[in-house]
């Protein structure tokens, strides 16, 4: 978890970018040094010894004027700690890898000196943990934060409660004029995705149970189970994925969640699917493009808008980050 979270962030963050040391303005090797800011470093021995200080040149000046003519003869000194930043561009995270800290080696204990066997005590029987323990904590999180779908719009419910047996585990309504009707949640797993075979599932009971909206909230989603919703929309349900965020997963050694909410939290966001055009390398006016290479381009975003009962498009220009996993394990 907490490794998911930090590579969410450094994949989404940017910084400063630092001005390279010298007259080419695109070097761009960081092994040449930086550019540092300058500060005049003022003493007495640089004011005493300045010529342009002459009682007579400094006669009828004023204060800001003198101390020009001190700073404008004193010695530079360069700020190592404040590189100089170029306001029109920005760094983003470049490829790492996560490294793994092998576990601790157990000891051997030595033998006693005592003779006779040690007493054994009685093995504590294995706690086997409940894969739905943590939904009922999901609900009272999507009860008080609501989802959230683009543009920032938030659906909240006018009541949420749980339900057991099958893969839907709550039922509501929204609030306000929504095109949601009676809407069931089904919740993925707490370390997997939620899989094709959940999608299946639920769409089948939620068709029997009469609910017009389904949302599926996960850490995670299968290739297939996104395709299988794109590939055969429900018409007589309306199908929506929810990303949940990876700290709703901080929770103490007793079990109990850390997660502070607000309420811009943002829980639970609706994601859609990606409109993109593929092209080869070669067609695209790229520079020293060979072939079998391909670009990918994003053209925007559709997502389904229960406030206004349409297919909302999100143009690429107001999508902050997308990355293209060139390793696909059919998992998000």
Known sequence: MALSIARQRLLTATFPYYRIAGDDPDER?????FAYKTVPHITLKCIAQNPDLDPDKVKGKSREE??????????????????EVDGKRIRVSGPFTVEAIPPPVEQITPPSPIGGEPETAEAEPARSEDPTAHLPMLVELLRKDGVTFPDNRRVRF?????????????????????????IAVS???????VTVGQVED?????????FDSVIFCGFAFDGSAQSAISADPNPRVHVHLAHIRPDVMTTDSEGKNLLKTTAASQLFTVFGEPDVALKPATEAGIAEAKDGEWVVELLGVDVYDPLTGEVSSSSADRIAAWFLDTDYDNRT
């Open 29 to 33: 090797n960081p092994a040449v040094g």
């Open 66 to 83: 003198i101390e020009a003519i001190i700073q404008a003869n004193a010695p530079q000194e360069t700020l190592y700690d404040q590189p």
């Open 158 to 182: 006018e009541h949420l409660s749980e339900r057991t047996g099958g893969v839907l585990h709550a039922e509501g309504e929204a609030k306000g004029d929504t095109d949601m009707g009676r």
């Open 187 to 193: 919740f993925g797993p707490f370390h997997g995705p």
């Open 202 to 210: 639920g769409l089948s009971e939620a068709v029997r149970g009469g």
